[in-house]
DNA sequence: TTGTAGGCGTTATCAG
DNA sequence: CTGATAACGCCTACAA
């Protein structure tokens, strides 16, 4: 009978120990060695403790791969990501904070954070994720409206299998969600410059078929309204989130200035196109337009002017659906609850807006 | 006896099938199942679409887990990050490209990516990672020459534990490594700015534990030399990559600017805090004070000016490091093969260096 | 409070 | 070419 080891050709010797050996020198059955260490069940706390000096003493580790077979679970949890290559709507801010926050919940948990990129062309499978036990729970960023997508977060309700989608609003409800509310950021936003003597207020939205363009919409909208301004659709413009949308909406932007004292515009990225084709025009900004826009990434604070814009919490964002959805795999009496949160944001205001 | 349903209140019938079932159905034995699906050894055609068949009809799914438990593998690749929240060295950008990379190569060979992030206090214990079966293998991002780093990454590397290093170089060989060439980056960098006529170029380096600010130097020390110019130790400045520190600098730059045509800097996040600040003290740029930086982020491009910068290829480098480890885990032949590769990179040409 | 034993789904070895 | 069957390490009723 040979050790098995985990080193190949290590000086030391580091044998793999299992569960039984610990046992065999603690002198127990393995059914306690697992109750001691799993904290199950009433023990003696000398044998509590002869277990445990036998697992410190052979250098044992749980293996996780057994463990999670045996209990029919994988331990991970599944983070869905869009394709990331070529960047469009989700700057990489985005992701980097919404990671940091799901990976700080999934450890204090003790699961595993399964990173997984739909696939742009290939309808996404996830009931398979969780058929073949990959993961335990899934959440799903950069969900859009396309229909392969909605289809197969709907198989995922149908099947009432645990998932969670981050910053994305469905109609049809029943679906869990972690999201900001940006109906508010943005009637913020517009607000904002209505109360710094702005009435002529154009709005450069991003595509329409995701819900976050049209809570926009609706903030503004509101803010409007409340001011008694009569929305003006000829100074509504649409791109598609990505800084060359920004610069293509330049070209109509210009045109209209003499109407426009302002402009709301959807995500920072449009807002930096938008901004650098407008001053090679010749512009000053924001003497000759004041902008607000959203998101605040990292480039809002160094370009020129610097952007006024919605911050986001995405890392809070990130940490609070992880954990909700967790808790969810843990509580049985929480299992059929569907997760609804909605984050607020704030204002950062800078010399975009002329202040 | 119950039937094992994935669904908690699915309207679908939609049962969780295991080999047993295919096999039955199929009217063979389990073990021919096996083979059939894993396409090892060989079988008759009747009987392979005889199971395939049965299979397709079951809806069957092999559970992952189970498969890894009886192989001895996770089967995931685990990627270390920094600790992201308040990134320092790392932009964004490269974590983006750089997930995506391994992502692709993670993809394609049919392993998962597991997503770790160090604890910037605890002392990281990698090997545990592989004790506990999590990953098979580990690609660490963003290390550094931190005692407790490199000790961890060290520990690794005696129990000839499978695992790459991202862009980073060790004194101590023998660790499989993934780097871009920044001697060369940098070399280039500052070849442009002799070639456009400089002669007193500074340089703005960022934090000296990281090996890559050492090949910077190396860099721009031989270019120098090959032109004839006697390196000025008075122009040299020291960041941390971080545009704080940027900022910082510019105090330094601006009193030296009359000994100044030029200078190079560590990565773009410096540049444009150096540039931030120098503007508001007046600078015209490039007019008064040339720069290259480097990193090629996403930023570079829309600076006021727009930044010469070298490319780093980050989407190539983390699909290249993953292909590399996941090869070694697979052909018994390469397993002791240390991996060492260097891409190149690109200068990327903008206003900021006077073109 | 602790031990026994069956089961989890797959792999892989060995006969046939 | 195919079928039995022993691992794999752990969990968890159930029994004592």
């Known amino acids: 009978m040979y050790t098995r080891t985990l080193f190949i050709d290590g000086q030391e010797d580091y044998p793999l120990t299992n569960r039984k050996e610990v046992a065999r020198l603690a002198g127990v059955s393995e059914a306690t060695v697992s109750r001691v260490l799993n904290g199950i069940g009433p023990m003696k706390d000398s044998t509590k403790k002869r277990v445990l000096d036998a697992a410190k003493q052979l250098n044992y580790e749980l293996n996780a791969v057994a463990s999670s077979f045996a209990r029919g679970r994988s331990g991970n949890l ?32 003790g699961y595993g954070l399964l990173l997984l990129f739909r696939d742009p062309a290939a309808e996404f499978d996830y009931v398979s994720l969780y058929r073949t036990q990959r993961v335990d729970a ?36 029943g679906l869990s969600i972690v999201a900001a509310d940006h109906e508010q950021g943005s009637y913020d936003a517009v607000r904002h410059l209505i109360d710094g003597g702005c009435t002529r207020i154009g709005f450069l939205n991003g595509s329409p078929q995701y819900s976050n363009s049209q809570d926009r919409h609706e903030g503004y909208l ?3 309204a409340e001011a008694g301004i009569e929305p003006d659709e000829s100074i509504f413009y649409e791109g598609n989130y990505s800084r060359t949308s ?20 959807g995500n920072d ?11 090679e025009k010749g ?31 995405f890392y809070d964002m990130g940490r609070l ?14 299992t059929d609850g569907v997760i609804n949160e909605k984050l607020q944001t704030e204002l950062k205001i800078r010399k975009s807006s002329g202040n």
Chains 1, 2 share one sequence.
């Not at 290559?85 to 919404?98: A, D, G, I, N, R």
């Open 78 to 109: 599944g983070v869905v990501m869009p394709h990331v290559p070529k960047v469009h709507l989700f700057s990489t801010y985005y992701f980097s904070e919404l990671l940091s926050g799901i990976g700080e919940a999934v450890r204090s948990k």
């Open 138 to 173: 899934c959440l799903i960023l950069g969900a859009s409206a396309i229909d392969s997508e909605i289809a197969g977060i709907h198989r995922l309700a149908e099947a009432s299998l645990p998932f969670c989608v981050m910053d994305q609003r469905f109609e049809h409800s």
């Open 222 to 224: 509101r803010a409007l």
């Open 246 to 265: 920004g610069r293509r909406a330049a070209e109509a932007v210009y045109r209209d200035l003499g109407r426009l004292d302002a402009i709301f515009v």
């Open 269 to 279: 990225r449009m807002a930096i196109g938008l901004m650098q084709a407008l001053r």
């Open 283 to 313: 512009c000053r900004l924001p003497d000759d337009l004041k902008i607000v826009a959203y998101d605040d990434s990292d480039a809002a604070s160094f370009t020129e002017p610097p952007l006024t814009t919605v911050k986001v919490p």
């Open 321 to 334: 659906a992880a954990d909700k959805l967790l808790a969810r795999l843990t509580d049985k009496d929480q």
